[in-house]
């Protein structure tokens, strides 16, 4: 879903990488980015979200919605993007709120959400998206 001025003038792509260990050196902590293809259960799962404006114009009020990819549970504190305002959905992409507001229904009582929970992250774009220009969406996820 993403909603804008003109919708169909951005495009969005979802990118998974997982992060490798390439240190030589004991002691020495040096990683690399790789593309997600075989995940073992439990590792964190990188998604970068690429969104593009493809028309002549700038594009006011980009708002653009990521579904927690399937076999995976979204990090905490892990969602971000520059300039954009955050927020997640646990109903299903039904209603989005700040991670603090979010609300489920266990057992007849009430309770603030987990992250586990959240079924969708929405990146709300403060500022215009010129022409061709791209905008980064990042957030951790586990695979299970």
């Known amino acids: 879903m993403v909603g804008a001025d003109e919708q169909s003038d951005i495009v969005t792509e ?21 593309p997600a293809r075989l ?11 690429r969104i593009t404006n493809q028309s002549t114009v700038p594009l006011r009020n980009v708002a653009v919605v990521q579904p927690v990819p399937a076999n995976t549970t979204y990090l905490a504190d892990s969602a971000s ?20 507001s979010l609300m489920i229904e266990v057992e007849g009582s009430t309770q603030r959400a987990r992250a586990s ?3 969708h992250i ?6 215009p998206l010129a022409p061709g220009a791209i905008a980064l969406a990042r957030f951790r996820a586990t695979f299970h």
Request: charged residues 20%; glycine residues 12%; proline residues 5%.
């Open 81 to 100: 993007g520059p300039g954009a305002a955050v927020s997640f959905s646990v109903d299903g992409g039904k209603t989005f709120g700040p991670a603090d």
């Open 14 to 34: 979802l990118v998974a990488e997982v992060r490798e260990d390439v240190s030589t050196t004991p002691g020495r902590e040096v990683y690399r980015f790789a």
């Open 122 to 127: 929405r990146w709300q774009l403060r500022n």
């Open 39 to 49: 995940l073992q259960q439990g590792q964190v799962v990188y998604y970068t979200l």
């Open 117 to 119: 929970q959240y079924t």
